[in-house]
Structure formats: C-alpha cells, structure tokens
C-alpha cells in the first residue's frame, strides 16, 4: 500500500510569489490533515478535511493560505503571496477514520528567499 | 534535515540497552497520545499510541506507559538498536477533534 505523498519535496521561491503544494493521501483515507513547523517551533496543526470538506482550519494562519481536496482524493495547499514566515516543512497526513492513527508524508520543505 | 534549528534534547544510549523517552503532555482532556519517530528527510512513522483508558501498551521492542494523574507518557525501547537513532515525538489529541499536538521531540543517539 502506498503512503501518504507529498510534491515537491523542496521548493524554494521568492517572497511575494505564489506556491502550491500538494498531498496525495492513503487510498481511501477519508481524513486528510495539513501540519507545518516552522524553524524552531514544534509540529503544528492547520487544517483538516473529511472527503471534500474543511473540518476544522483553525490552525491556518492567515488568508494568504488555501487549501482545498476537490473531490476528496488529493489536496493542494496555496501559499499567496509567500512571506519570509511562511518558510519550514509542510506534511500532510491522512486516516482511514478521525480516532484512527494519522500516517504522514515526507513533507515539503519550502524556503522563502 | 527539519530539526535544524530546534534544540531538542537528546538521549544517548550503547546499542543493546533500553532506552526511555519521556513526555510532559499539556492537556488534563487529552485521551489519546501518539509516538512518531522521524528520521532525517523523512515524515513522522507512527510507532505506538494507547488510550487514555490504558496505562500501559507493548509493541515488538516498545512499550508505552501512561500516566494521567501526573500527565506523563514514555515510551520504552528494549535492546536499542542503531537504526533507531531518530528524533521521537509524542502528540495528544482529545476525543470530538482530530488535532494532534505535538511535543518539541527528542533526539535518540545510538552508540556503537
């Protein structure tokens, strides 16, 4: 069974420019989850999505992210316009059900120059 | 790899002994905790979890134990082995949300 993948797996861009990431989760994981951690600071949550829907998005930090999973499989979290803040490792996690285990990706390591 | 920057406490043990990894947890209502290991360049690998109607859970070569009363959780690795040299994390959530809070990590060395 394939895991829980993440592009790309670095990206590095320019303050003021827009990226996109995107997360691929188990098949037939209904609960999708973004966590980031900045430098320094502990693993922390963003937002979860049940199939297509935002569950909870108390952790997103602003209105310069957006994250959508149209049609429930894959989901892509927007960054836009980057700031320098924003740099640090992106995971995504996905589970069968909410109080089952989340399986996470290898993360994305975005860096705002 | 992502731990640049964080200063995470680190626990050195000789391969063949057992090492302890401790976490200080935040929440009285959390019900549920994790322990991930991560690996350099790698995401969090769930390794065990336990209930909070449970004090203790074994795994092959892992243990986990918890207290509530003291909001305490370790997690016990029998015959450390080099390739569990990785930063462990534990995380809590609370039943109704699907959040995991996660702790600052630790950073197991093993020696030869």
């Known amino acids: 069974e394939a895991g829980v993948t993440q592009f790309p797996s670095h990206s590095v861009i320019e303050k003021g420019q827009t990226v996109t990431l995107r997360c691929d989760p188990i098949s037939g994981h209904d609960n999708l989850y973004w966590y980031r951690r900045v430098m320094g600071k502990e693993i922390k949550f963003l937002l979860h999505f049940v199939k297509e829907s935002k569950q909870d998005e108390s952790g997103m930090p602003n209105n310069r992210f957006l994250a959508e999973r149209t049609g429930g499989t894959y989901s892509t979290l927007k960054v836009q316009p980057a700031e320098l803040e924003d740099s640090g490792v992106y995971f995504c996690?996905?589970?069968?059900?909410?109080?089952?285990?989340?399986?996470f990706g290898d993360g994305t390591r975005l860096s705002i120059l | 790899g992502e731990s640049v920057g964080l200063h995470l406490p680190t626990l050195s043990v000789q391969e063949g002994d057992n090492s302890i990894i401790n976490c200080a947890y935040s929440?009285?209502?959390?019900?549920?905790f994790i322990w991930y290991k991560q690996e350099s360049g790698k995401g969090p690998q769930f390794i065990i979890d336990?209930?909070?109607?449970?004090d203790k859970r074994q795994g092959q070569r892992v243990t986990v134990l918890l207290n509530k009363t003291v909001k305490h959780l370790s997690l016990q690795i029998a015959a450390t082995q080099p390739g569990d040299s990785a930063v462990y994390f534990c995380?809590?959530?609370?039943?109704?949300?699907?959040?995991?809070?996660f702790g600052t990590g630790t950073r197991l060395k093993v020696l030869a």
């Open positions: 995380a809590e959530n609370t039943s109704g949300t699907y959040k995991y809070i």
């Open positions: 929440n009285s209502a959390s019900d549920y």
């Open positions: 336990i209930r909070s109607n449970m």
């Open positions: 996690a996905s589970s069968l059900q909410g109080n089952q285990p989340q399986h």
